[in-house]
């Protein structure tokens, strides 16, 4: 590793992964990795599919670019006790953080560190290095460690929208410290043309959020309605464990204008979505997550591929860039959401002028002037 611009992202997740949240902690750090940032990704052998083996990561997140790797050992029982999931997670959690800041501190080799853990922020910033914390939802654990950490001018947070910024903001000591960017798209997976197929859908993401159900069948319920036959819906995500479930749910008797693709990489969904004219957004009301505070990478992607997007009205989704081009629908209401459909030819996709501030290779070098890498920021006026 060169002796400057060194970044350490440490995170408690699991690589390669079939989720939004690995596949956006990838994105970045192929990004940062292109603007000349030397990156080494930190993170816990949490289960038996955990890899450090780079070319392994190369062909499931469909990248080519080099970066170190450091799979450190996870000997703590999450993943390994089958009850008590979620407290066990927390535990491990916070024990392995504990284990990684030891690591990390006896080799002091890093300029800055990213993450995503609120364990691993809280021991960098006791330990007096400099960290940048990305804080994609609020937490009780959350509220406790902000409150604590941002009180030394060696802790930063990347706040992904406006949203959780005001939540946490009364914690925020020192200005400079604090910055909101929204997720974003790779160019690069967008440079494709592509042929729209005509009335095609397409929802991208985890079936499972959270251990729950995204709220697919109400969706699929639509799509039984006459007024939608001239319609096609591709739905690209897994697990097929889940997929087997919403079949079963409903006798066998999935409407033929309804595919589901399970899961594709990200070069195939990317496929899928520049084919497509019609982008939807739909989660279930039960986590607050996703009513106040998401924004979804896919979201960004279906812009980037020029798609009209439809969304269940939550005021997450009011909050996002460009809100006003979207088409809402109330949630299980099959009237609205068919309502919806109909007003599609009354919008256009946004225009790629507007929408180009949302590229990852953006948000990157926006992040590189917020960490103050030596080389990399825009000079100072």
Same mark, same amino acid.
């Given at each position: 590793?060169?002796?400057?611009?060194?970044?350490?992202?440490?995170?408690?997740?699991?690589?390669?992964?079939?989720?939004?949240?690995?596949?956006?902690?990838?994105?970045?750090?192929?990004?940062?990795?292109? #603007?000349?940032? @030397?990156?080494?990704?930190?993170?816990?052998?949490?289960?038996?599919?955990?890899?450090?083996?780079?070319?392994?990561?190369?062909?499931?997140?469909?990248?080519?670019?080099?970066?170190? +790797?450091? *799979?450190?050992?996870?000997?703590?029982?999450?993943?390994? +006790?089958?009850?008590?999931?979620?407290?066990?997670?927390?535990?491990?959690?916070?024990?392995?953080?504990?284990?990684? $800041?030891?690591?990390? @501190?006896?080799?002091?080799?890093?300029?800055?560190?990213?993450?995503?853990?609120?364990?691993?922020?809280?021991?960098?910033?006791?330990?007096?290095?400099? $960290?940048?914390?990305?804080?994609?939802?609020?937490?009780?654990?959350?509220?406790?460690?902000?409150?604590?950490?941002?009180? %030394?001018?060696?802790?930063? $947070?990347?706040?992904?929208?406006?949203?959780?910024?005001?939540?946490?903001?009364?914690?925020?000591?020192?200005?400079?410290?604090?910055?909101?960017?929204?997720?974003?798209?790779?160019?690069?997976?967008?440079?494709?043309?592509?042929?729209?197929?005509?009335?095609? *859908?397409?929802?991208?993401?985890?079936?499972?959020?959270?251990?729950?159900?995204?709220?697919?069948?109400?969706?699929?319920?639509?799509?039984?309605?006459?007024?939608? %036959?001239?319609? %096609?819906?591709?739905?690209?995500?897994?697990?097929?464990?889940?997929?087997?479930?919403?079949?079963?749910?409903?006798?066998? *008797?999935?409407?033929?204008?309804?595919?589901? #693709?399970?899961?594709?990489?990200?070069?195939?969904?990317?496929?899928?979505?520049?084919?497509?004219?019609?982008?939807?957004?739909?989660?279930?009301?039960?986590?607050?997550?996703?009513?106040?505070?998401?924004?979804?990478?896919?979201?960004?992607?279906? *812009?980037?591929?020029?798609?009209?997007?439809?969304? $269940?009205?939550?005021?997450?989704?009011?909050?996002?860039?460009?809100?006003? @081009?979207? #088409?809402?629908?109330?949630? %299980?209401?099959?009237?609205?959401?068919?309502?919806?459909?109909?007003?599609? @030819?009354?919008?256009?996709?946004?225009?790629?002028?507007?929408?180009?501030?949302?590229?990852?290779?953006?948000?990157?070098?926006?992040?590189?002037?917020?960490?103050?890498?030596?080389?990399?920021?825009?000079?100072?006026?």
């Amino acid at each position: 590793m060169n002796s400057k611009n060194r970044l350490a992202y440490v995170t408690y997740q699991s690589f390669p992964a079939d989720t939004a949240n690995s596949l956006q902690t990838i994105t970045n750090i192929i990004e940062l990795t292109r #603007l000349g940032v @030397n990156v080494e990704l930190v993170f816990p052998e949490r289960d038996i599919t955990c890899s450090d083996n780079l070319e392994k990561l190369k062909e499931f997140y469909n990248f080519n670019d080099n970066f170190k +790797i450091s *799979m450190l050992k996870h000997n703590l029982p999450f993943k390994k +006790i089958g009850i008590f999931e979620k407290f066990m997670f927390h535990i491990s959690h916070f024990l392995w953080s504990r284990q990684a $800041v030891k690591y990390i @501190n006896n080799r002091k080799s890093h300029d800055v560190y990213l993450t995503r853990s609120d364990w691993i922020f809280f021991f960098l910033t006791s330990s007096g290095r400099n $960290v940048i914390f990305e804080c994609h939802q609020p937490s009780k654990i959350r509220k406790l460690v902000l409150k604590r950490c941002l009180k %030394n001018e060696n802790a930063k $947070v990347i706040f992904l929208n406006k949203k959780l910024y005001l939540t946490y903001k009364k914690y925020i000591k020192f200005d400079k410290n604090s910055i909101i960017l929204e997720n974003g798209y790779r160019e690069s997976l967008f440079d494709k043309k592509i042929s729209k197929k005509e009335n095609q *859908m397409i929802f991208v993401g985890q079936l499972l959020r959270f251990g729950s159900g995204r709220n697919l069948d109400f969706i699929i319920s639509c799509f039984e309605d006459k007024s939608l %036959n001239n319609f %096609n819906l591709k739905i690209v995500g897994g697990p097929v464990e889940y997929i087997e479930i919403i079949k079963e749910k409903k006798g066998g *008797m999935i409407p033929d204008n309804i595919t589901f #693709l399970g899961r594709l990489d990200h070069n195939q969904t990317v496929q899928v979505m520049l084919e497509s004219n019609i982008g939807i957004l739909i989660n279930s009301s039960e986590n607050i997550h996703s009513t106040k505070f998401t924004s979804p990478l896919k979201y960004f992607e279906y *812009m980037a591929a020029q798609l009209k997007i439809l969304a $269940v009205d939550f005021e997450s989704h009011r909050e996002l860039p460009f809100s006003d @081009n979207i #088409l809402f629908f109330d949630e %299980n209401n099959k009237a609205s959401f068919i309502d919806a459909v109909k007003k599609l @030819n009354k919008t256009k996709p946004i225009e790629k002028e507007k929408y180009n501030n949302f590229s990852l290779s953006k948000r990157s070098k926006k992040i590189i002037e917020f960490a103050r890498l030596e080389g990399l920021e825009p000079p100072t006026l």
